[in-house]
């Protein structure tokens, strides 16, 4: 792959090089690449971000590298975090609440809760800080920008993989056989990483010229997680409450996963419909977005 | 050089570029309250940075840059890297001649794609990869491109490079772009950074592209260099070209107008 791969790529998005022709030497038979304003809607050309692959595992393993840089626990960081999530919430809604927990030990329940918010909200955070991290490469360097948030979706997905080893070890431990449900955690982890991703879009663009976002985002995540049945089941409200609980497109999502993790609890299917065609409009809806404001990335980032 | 029909390496026509200042910046959205609450319109100032500007540059030309900051010789540059895109006009440019050959290495910083906390080598196949080269193909780059940065202390190399000098980040950063191959160089300001040695062997790579037929853009304040390399000068002056032509000619005018002298 090569830098010319871009201009190829971009005259494809805007269609104005005569195809078919031959890549001569002689710069007079090379088709032309004409760059002109883009006007009314941008294309997805999502077949892009597939032709850059190169870049996106390169940032991705980047991103990866450099996580916990300069921590005296390192890696071990991405254990501790849910654990001791875990850890609070077993103490604070098992131990002195007395939440229920579909017959689970709180530890276990809160902790496949807690990875499932993690993939969830990471995926968020940082596809919303993506360009604002990497100004200097947005300003400087011509690629196609959404590479930038996907590129983020694979140290998360890390993560995830580290926390489901603990997890296993966790329903060993505890001698409780999640059955056949677990088959299903990819496709769960799937639409919460899709809900993250297309939030996250929305919050990656709208951070370029408006930095807000960075600020609201750190309190905002908390504060949804509470909304979220993340540390209690969706069975413990009220009816009515759990009714206005599961209008969060989260929510069923994490339950979901932790029905595949754990084999308890029961399912709405209708909120789990809900859900998924709700990530699947935010995923459609910031993809759009993101790329009708990226014109603009490298003239105000 | 090059057949009496072939096209221009870059071409701009009626290139309009604008940007907005204050209106959507960072104050935007509190601007925005502010105003509604005010009931008064949001003030936004519009900067015209390039205003119909056209400008061809032939293949094998090494073209120089000059004006003063804020002239809009940087966002030509990032027009032609397609970093930017125009409000108006186009830039055309003949496509690559094969997928494995960049056909234009945006030098615009040089080590703008560097991450501070990963190492020299890292860097370079970060960068390489940002620049559209595969890590097989830096591979056999590296030794060239490890000669060519000539650290006075190879330790560094494995070491982040937050921890560079800024003429060892710019030494390393310059090595890796004339690697990748590239039809069209665009440089911006960054060949005056380094030491005199190392200032040398860049000319010296500038003139070897030059020779192959390379076309290179750059951009510069530094008119012993713009004397030195340069085979045509464009002053840009309120974002429009305000001189094009002989280096030395065009330097006299800058001068004058600006009452330096020679």
Redesign the interface.
Known sequence: ????????L??NCLGR?NTGMS??????Q?????????RGKASLNLLEIWQFR??LT??AQ?DI??RY??TALGAIWVVFQPLLAAGIFSLVFGAIGKFPSDGLPYFLFAFAGQLGWGAFANTLTKSGNCLVQNS??V?????PRLILPFSTIFSTLLDFGVGLVVMIFLLAINGINPGLAILATPLWLLALMALGLGLGLFAAALTV????VQYILPVLIPLMMYATPVAYSLSAAPPKLAVILAANPIAPLIEGLRWSLTGRGTLNWLYVAYAVAFTLVILFLGMVYFRNME?RF???I | MSAPDSPPAMAARNVVKKFTVGGSGYAGLKGRIGAALKRATQEKKIVVALDNLSLTIEPGETVALLGRNGSGKSTLLSLFANVMKPDSGEIAFPASIDPLHPRLSPLLEVGAGFHPDLTGIQNVYFNGAILGITRKEMEAREESILEFADFERPEYLNAPVRTYSSGMFIRLGFAVAIHTDPEIILVDESMAVGDEAFQQKCFAKMDEFHAEGRTIVFVSHDMNIVRRLATRAIWLSDAQIAADGEPDQVIRDYHKAFGIPD
């Open positions: 792959m090569s830098l010319l791969r871009p201009f190829l971009q005259t090089y890549m001569a030497e002689n710069p007079s090379r088709p032309l690449v004409v760059l002109r304003p883009q190169d870049l390169t940032l980047r590298k450099l840089r300069q200097a490469l300003s400087k360097v011509f690629f010229s408006y930095r807000d014109r490298a003239d105000v």
